[in-house]
């Protein structure tokens, strides 16, 4: 167990490092009690949500303890950002990696040794590299953080054969303190890493999943390509990535979407590296804003301000799919994630499953199948379906925050509608399906009605001031009332329940919620679901939010970004300008109190950014 050695004492302190080194006021959800744990030498295995603020939970320990902090992550391209973004705050850190020349490598090794660094970034191989063992044990290691541990289970979704290292590095380095992060959830992959790390007594952190800043929509795939390019151009200027299922489709819309003016690339496995690696860098530095993708795409994009997540085809597991949306919206702020269903999507992949040899992998894919439908059809939120297949509760009946629950719905009374509903399942014999109520209820002129002499019957052409879609949404109703049900079979025939026949008999009243009935939209406005007078959810709308000057202040951030060749958020977060849209600074001393400056960026930063917002308050003076 590491000793306490020059370590803050208590959270004031903590907090003081949080604003001088990283700029932030505040501790997120988690990240005190941690940051405690690790200080006082416990090992902590961390689960969190992906921009749940994971990477100062071992950041901050490594600047108020001696020595030095190993951080061990397997994604080559996000070391870099992380070591970036650290310099930027004026922390000593460095990654050797393979794409570090071997003379660079040495020096940073000599420093570390010389105890002029705080945190050393390496990929799992390297623990495998000749020498490198022995450089190990001649420096004073105070901390190690495993990042994205989930790569040393095999039920995870990532699994890395080199993670395996790991276990024997605990071995060489017996003294450090170890902190394990991971974003996946599942209570196996859990297990898991804390039997194969060998730390069954490090404490457990487990931060809720949901991500409030999330909105989680499911739309009919039918017109999905107007839907979509309306959804694209809804969040113009944002960055978004549109997952499909195969290479070709991937290409074939990055075509057509950059056709209708909305250039996009394509990203596949199929692609040269080179090709590849040139399309994420383009992404992360917002040179191109829309990546049309299969699922290889993503896993090594730490961008925080990723707007809109789209799953044009159906993910193959909810897993996934709360992993893929997990990429939108890192900073926190408002984002969306829509995914296209189409009924037929069951039968489509129902066969690509059956084709699967081993029964047992097959199994797995039909259920998880069965899950991912489920959760397309639910009309309950969406939210809550993720958070309980997490194994979290969640109990709020609307959160604000899915298509289910953004919907307005309305009361409606719906006595004489079910009365005419019901009447016709029972007069047909509850022996049909609902297509043929419907006909028959519309006074249908089709054959099969008259075929089953249905015309005659006295509901015959009884409705005729609701469509077809209509009664379907009120059949819908009136199954969760319990009053109609329908065979589980193939064939979904509706009848009757007992407390349907009840409710006829009765003559009683019905009150229904339904969606509400909305005047005819523009094209852009069906599945723009914010309610009115709320803007804060599409992506250029925070209100009170000065667009002309953040534009302003973003387009300086691009530049002085582009002149350091870093991405843009190491200079500052969307939030921070959005902040400092809205407080609008005009000296180093309110610029400080912005969340996210802090002396390293006030220094570098606070001329240009105080520049350009006296500049914009002076032209609106005069105007
Ligand atoms: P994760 O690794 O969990 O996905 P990160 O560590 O990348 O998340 O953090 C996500 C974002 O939140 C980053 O932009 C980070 O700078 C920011 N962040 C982290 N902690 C805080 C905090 N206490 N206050 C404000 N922003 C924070
Ligand atoms: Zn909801």
Not at 108 to 115: C, D, F, K, S, T
Not at 296 to 302: K, T
Not at 459 to 470: A, L, N, P, Q, T
Request: charged residues 30%; hydrophobic residues 40%.
């Amino acid at each position: 167990m590491s000793t306490f050695r020059g370590v803050a004492r208590d959270e004031l302190d903590l907090r003081q490092v949080l604003k001088t080194r990283f700029g932030y006021d505040e501790f997120r959800p988690l990240q005190a009690e941690i940051i405690g744990n690790v200080l006082a030498g416990r090992d902590s295995l961390v689960l969190m949500p992906t921009g749940g603020g994971k990477s100062l939970c071992y950041q901050l320990p490594a600047l108020c303890l001696d020595g030095l902090t190993l951080v061990i992550s397997p994604l080559i391209a996000l070391m870099k950002d992380q070591v970036d973004a650290l310099r930027a705050n004026g922390v000593a850190a460095a990654f050797v990696n393979s794409s570090v020349p071997a003379q660079e490598a040495r020096d940073i090794l000599a420093a570390a040794r010389a105890g002029r660094l705080k945190l050393l970034y390496v990929a799992p191989e390297r623990l495998a590299v000749p020498g490198f063992r022995e450089f190990l044990t001649s420096v004073d290691i105070g901390l190690i953080a495993i990042d994205e541990a989930h790569c040393i289970s095999e039920w995870g979704h990532d699994f890395r054969p080199d993670y395996r290292n790991l276990r024997t590095l605990r071995d060489t380095l017996s003294t450090a303190t170890v902190i394990a992060l991971t974003a996946t959830a599942t209570a196996r992959v859990r297990d898991d890493i804390v039997e194969q790390l060998g730390m069954p007594r490090a404490r457990q952190f487990v931060s809720s999943f949901n991500r409030e800043n999330l909105t989680y929509v499911v739309r009919p795939k039918r017109r999905a390509r107007v839907a979509l390019l309306a959804l694209l151009r809804k969040h113009a200027n944002a960055p978004a990535i549109v997952y499909c299922l195969s290479r070709d489709g991937t290409e074939a819309l990055a075509a057509d979407l950059s056709q209708e003016g909305i250039p996009a690339l394509p990203y596949h496995a199929g692609l040269d590296v080179t090709v590849r690696r040139e399309t994420q860098e383009r992404f992360i530095r917002d040179e191109a804003l829309v990546i049309v993708a299969t699922i290889a795409f993503g896993m090594g994009i730490d961008k925080p301000d990723v707007r809109l997540i789209v799953h044009y085809d159906l993910p193959k597991t909810l897993e996934g799919y709360y992993q893929e949306t997990g990429r939108a919206g890192r900073d926190g702020l408002p984002s969306e994630c829509v995914l296209f269903f189409s009924a037929g999507d069951r039968a489509k992949f129902t066969r690509f499953i059956d084709e699967i040899e081993d029964p047992a992998e097959r199994e797995r894919a039909h259920q998880q199948l069965d899950q991912m439908i489920a959760y397309c059809e639910a009309r309950t939120c969406r939210r809550a379906f993720v958070l309980q297949y997490f194994g979290e509760s969640y109990d709020k009946t609307d959160c604000g925050g899915c298509d289910v629950c953004l919907v307005e719905r309305e009361a409606f009374d719906a006595t004489e509608i079910a009365q005419k509903i019901l009447s016709a399942v029972i007069r047909t014999g509850e022996r049909f399906g609902l297509r043929h109520i419907i006909m028959v209820l519309r006074g249908s002129r089709a054959r099969r009605v008259f075929e089953w002499g249905h015309h005659e019957l006295p509901v015959y052409g009884i409705v005729r001031d609701y469509d077809r879609d209509e009664l379907k949404e009120i059949v819908g109703l009136l199954e969760d009332e319990g009053l109609l049900q329908r065979s589980p079979d193939k064939f979904a025939t509706v009848s009757v329940t007992r407390a349907g026949h009840e409710f006829l008999r009765r003559r009683g009243t019905l009150t229904l919620s339904r969606i509400k009935r909305a005047a005819p939209e523009s094209q852009a406005g069906p599945h723009d679901l914010r309610r009115s007078g709320d803007d804060s959810r599409s992506s250029g709308g925070t209100p009170g939010l000065n667009r002309e000057l953040f534009e302003r202040l973003r387009e300086l951030r691009l530049r002085l970004a582009e002149a350091r060749e870093q991405p843009a958020y190491v200079v500052f977060s969307n939030r921070t300008l959005e902040e400092m849209a809205r407080a609008m600074p005009r000296d180093h001393a309110s610029f400080a109190d912005i969340s996210g400056v802090g002396p390293a960026k006030l220094e570098a930063f606070a001329d240009d950014f105080l520049q350009v917002i006296r500049e914009y308050a002076a032209s609106r003076e005069t105007a």
